[in-house]
C-alpha cells in the first residue's frame, strides 16, 4: 500500500461520516501509520543499494572493534585470564593479557574486512550482486563480523603472536597509504587554489592561509624546541624538531621552484603536517623520558590523558576513514573516459583492504607496537617503537611529497629529450 493510497482510504472514511465513532478514529490512524510505516521500509530497506551510507556503518563497526579492544587491552584482563588459549600468559602480568585480546579483536576483524574485499574487489556498477552485499545484508554481516571475533579468541596463542608480527607490515602499509592520501589531498586542494577562476575570487583569501601555515608550520617547530629541548642534553629530540625544520624548509624550496610553481600553499600545509607528525613522535616517547613535557603531567587516568585517548580514537576511525574512499591514491596512471551514472563511487575492495590494514594498525598502537610492551590505561601509542614508526612516517611523508613536486618535471623533460632524438 501505497502513501496516496492510505491518504485517499482516509478521506473516504472521512466522507462517510461520523457514524463510526471512536472505533472508526483509530481504525484510520492506524491505516495511516500502516502507510508510513511501509513507506519508510521502502525508502530504507527495499530501496537500491547506496555504497554511500554503508562506508559510515562500517566505520561504526570498526569504532566498536576500537572500543572493545582498548576494554579488554584496560580492563578486561580478568574476564580473559582464564581462557585456556591464553596458555602464553600464564603467570605473566596484566599487560601480556591486554595484548593479547587486542590482537585477537584486531585479528577477528582484520578476518572480517579480508572477506569483504575477497567478495566485492572488481565491483564497478551499482547494479552488481556485489555492491548490494557491500550495501545491504547488515544483519547478516553483524552476525559474520561478531562470530568472526568470537572465533579469533579460540585460535590458538601462536597463531595470535605471528598475526601480531605480520601485523607490523600490515600497519605499516596503512601509514604509507595514508600519508600518500593525504600529500594528494593537499595537492589537490593547491591545484584547486591556483586555478584561475579561484585565483580571481580568492586571492588574497589564499595568499594570506599559504603565509598563515608556512608561518604556523615555522612556529610549531619553535614551541618544539621549547617544550621538548629544554637543555642541550635532549639530543634525540633536537635531532627530530632539526630535521623536519629542515624538512619543512626543503619542500618551501622544490615547490617554489620556477619548474614547479607549486606556490607557498602545498609546502605550509605539508609543514603543518610533517611538524604534527613530528609532535606526535615526542609525545610517544615513554613517560619516564626527561625531555618530554607529557612525564610532567600525571600517568592516571586524568581528564586530559582521557580526552587524548578518545581524540585518538576517533583520529585512527576517520583516517582509516577517508583513506578507505580513496581508491585512487595509488592510480598512478589516470582512467581514459568519463564516469557514469552507474559506476561505483569509490572502490569497494579498496575500502575494505584499507579497513583491514586499519585493523592491524590499531592494534599496533594499543600495543605500541610491541606486545611486550607494558601499557598504562587510557594512552595509546606510547613507546620507543612507537615513537620511531612516527619519526620514519614523518620522513617518509616528505619524501613521498618531494617525489609527487619533481616527477612531473622529470618526466616532461625524458618526454622532451626523446622527441628530440626521435
Known amino acids: 500500500m501505497t502513501l496516496g493510497a492510505g491518504a485517499g482510504a482516509a478521506v473516504a472514511d472521512m466522507e462517510a461520516g461520523s457514524s463510526g465513532g471512536s472505533s472508526s478514529d483509530e481504525r484510520r490512524g492506524r491505516r495511516v501509520t500502516e502507510d508510513w510505516c511501509c513507506a519508510c521500509?521502502?525508502?530504507?530497506?527495499?530501496?537500491?543499494?547506496?555504497?554511500?551510507?554503508?562506508?559510515?556503518?562500517y566505520a561504526l563497526i570498526f569504532l566498536v572493534t576500537n572500543l572493545l579492544a582498548w576494554t579488554l587491552r584496560d580492563y578486561g584482563s580478568s574476564a580473559i585470564a582464564g581462557l585456556q588459549r591464553l596458555k602464553v600468559c600464564q603467570g605473566a602480568r596484566r599487560h601480556c593479557l591486554g595484548a593479547e585480546g587486542v590482537l585477537r579483536v584486531s585479528l577477528g576483524c582484520f578476518v572480517f574486512f579480508v572477506v569483504m574485499f575477497l567478495s566485492t574487489?572488481?565491483?564497478?556498477?551499482?547494479?552488481?550482486?556485489?555492491?548490494?552485499?557491500?550495501?545491504?545484508?547488515?544483519?547478516?554481516?553483524?552476525?559474520?563480523?561478531?562470530?568472526?571475533?568470537?572465533?579469533?579468541?579460540?585460535a590458538p596463542s601462536p597463531l595470535v603472536q605471528l598475526y601480531g608480527?605480520?601485523?607490523?607490515?600490515?600497519?605499516?602499509?596503512?601509514?604509507?597509504?595514508?600519508?600518500?592520501?593525504?600529500?594528494?589531498?593537499?595537492?589537490?586542494?593547491?591545484?584547486?587554489?591556483?586555478?584561475?577562476?579561484?585565483?580571481?575570487?580568492?586571492?588574497?583569501?589564499?595568499?594570506?592561509?599559504?603565509?598563515?601555515?608556512?608561518?604556523?608550520?615555522?612556529?610549531?617547530?619553535?614551541?618544539?624546541?621549547?617544550?621538548?629541548?629544554?637543555?642541550?642534553?635532549?639530543?634525540?629530540?633536537?635531532?627530530?624538531?632539526?630535521?623536519?625544520?629542515?624538512?619543512?624548509?626543503?619542500?618551501?624550496?622544490?615547490?617554489?621552484?620556477?619548474?614547479?610553481?607549486?606556490?607557498?600553499?602545498?609546502?605550509?600545509?605539508?609543514?603543518?603536517y610533517v611538524v604534527f607528525l613530528c609532535w606526535s613522535a615526542i609525545r610517544s616517547e615513554p613517560h619516564t623520558e626527561v625531555c618530554n613535557r607529557k612525564a610532567e603531567v600525571a600517568t592516571s587516568a586524568d581528564w586530559v590523558n582521557i580526552a587524548s585517548f578518545v581524540i585518538a580514537v576517533v583520529v585512527i576511525v576517520a583516517a582509516t576513514f577517508s583513506t578507505g574512499i580513496d581508491s585512487k591514491c595509488l592510480q598512478f596512471k589516470q582512467a581514459e573516459g568519463e564516469s557514469e551514472e552507474d559506476d561505483i563511487p569509490y572502490g569497494l575492495g579498496f575500502f575494505h583492504l584499507v579497513f583491514a590494514m586499519g585493523a592491524m594498525y590499531f592494534a599496533m598502537i594499543f600495543v605500541g607496537w610491541n606486545a611486550s610492551h607494558t601499557m598504562e590505561r587510557w594512552t595509546i601509542d606510547v613507546g620507543w617503537a612507537s615513537t620511531w614508526v612516527r619519526v620514519g612516517n614523518e620522513w617518509l611523508a616528505a619524501v613521498v611529497y618531494i617525489w609527487m613536486m619533481i616527477a612531473p618535471v622529470i618526466w616532461k623533460t625524458r618526454q622532451v629529450g626523446s622527441s628530440a632524438e626521435t
Open 41 to 57: 521500509a521502502e525508502g530504507l530497506f527495499l530501496g537500491p543499494p547506496n555504497p554511500m551510507v554503508a562506508r559510515y556503518l
Open 121 to 154: 574487489v572488481h565491483t564497478r556498477k551499482l547494479h552488481d550482486c556485489r555492491n548490494s552485499w557491500h550495501s545491504d545484508w547488515w544483519p547478516a554481516k553483524i552476525v559474520l563480523w561478531l562470530a568472526l571475533t568470537a572465533v579469533a579468541f579460540l
Open 165 to 272: 608480527k605480520v601485523a607490523h607490515f600490515g600497519a605499516g602499509a596503512f601509514l604509507v597509504i595514508q600519508l600518500i592520501s593525504v600529500t594528494r589531498f593537499i595537492m589537490w586542494l593547491n591545484d584547486w587554489c591556483r586555478s584561475e577562476t579561484t585565483q580571481k575570487r580568492c586571492h588574497l583569501l589564499i595568499q594570506a592561509v599559504s603565509i598563515a601555515t608556512y608561518v604556523g608550520s615555522l612556529l610549531g617547530v619553535v614551541l618544539m624546541y621549547v617544550w621538548y629541548a629544554p637543555s642541550p642534553a635532549c639530543r634525540l629530540n633536537i635531532l627530530f624538531i632539526t630535521v623536519t625544520l629542515v624538512l619543512v624548509q626543503l619542500m618551501t624550496f622544490v615547490s617554489t621552484r620556477s619548474k614547479v610553481k607549486a606556490g607557498y600553499l602545498a609546502p605550509g600545509l605539508m609543514g603543518i
